[in-house]
Antibody
């Protein structure tokens, strides 16, 4: 059974760093792209970027380039989303999601990680 | 980036009635080399991740009730729920994956009238 299991909720202060994770199982982790999707409170879905764990090829959406870093450790079967300096506006639910190919749709989603940034 | 615009932002439909959501892309998402539209529809209920309903603009995903259908090509698409059920109350998103990494519409909230 394909599963994407994300790390737990986080509460951080502005300016702090953070790295959240997404562990894939039940499939060949290195053969599928993993994307990260932001959902701010009461708002819609925004695709932040995608990574191919097989060779760490990473593509960012223009709005998120330079704002976050997406990475993967294929030995651990885990993808990551990290911030070096959080802002209150980073408060959101973050979903990881699997897609078969670069130009393909998401077929499995993680359960989401709530990140709250507040002083 | 391709901009996806859904209409309406919300709609209220009586149980058993038809609901139609439109999605327009700022550029064509049809690949003429394979005649495929790189567009999907997702359903999201509160507290849950999105669920895939329709892929390649018009193919129902496995297990999706046949009251859901997708149509359109190029830049104009629609999701139709032929007979609204209580469990269909949700937010619906179109998503294009023609351009990398892809973009979502802003979402359409469907409620019971």
């Amino acid at each position: 059974e394909v599963q994407l299991v994300q790390s737990g909720a986080e509460v951080k202060k502005p300016g702090e760093s953070l790295k959240i994770s997404c562990k894939g199982s039940g499939y060949s982790f290195t053969s599928y792209w993993i994307g990260w999707v932001r959902q701010m409170p009461g708002k819609g879905l925004e695709l932040m970027g995608i990574i191919y764990p097989g060779d760490s090829d990473t593509r960012y959406s223009p709005s998120f380039q330079g704002q976050v870093t997406i990475s993967a450790d294929k030995s651990l079967g885990t993808a990551y989303l990290q911030w070096s300096s959080l802002k209150a506006s980073d408060t959101a639910i973050y979903y990881c999601a699997r897609r078969i190919g670069l130009r393909y749709f998401v077929d499995y989603w993680g359960q989401g990680t709530l990140v709250t940034v507040s002083s | 980036d391709i901009v996806m615009t859904q209409s309406p932002d919300s709609l209220a439909v009586s149980l058993g009635e038809r609901a139609t959501i439109n999605c327009k892309s700022s550029q064509s998402v049809l690949d003429s080399s394979n005649n495929k539209n790189y567009l999907v529809w997702y359903q999201q209920k509160p507290g849950q991740p999105p669920k895939l309903l329709i892929n390649w603009a018009s193919t129902r995903d496995s297990g999706v009730p046949d009251r859901f259908s997708g149509s359109g090509s190029g830049t104009d698409f629609a999701l139709t729920i032929s007979s609204l059920q209580a469990e269909d109350v949700a937010v619906y998103y179109c998503h294009q994956y023609y351009s990398i990494p892809g973009t979502f519409g802003q979402g359409t909230k469907v409620e019971i009238k």
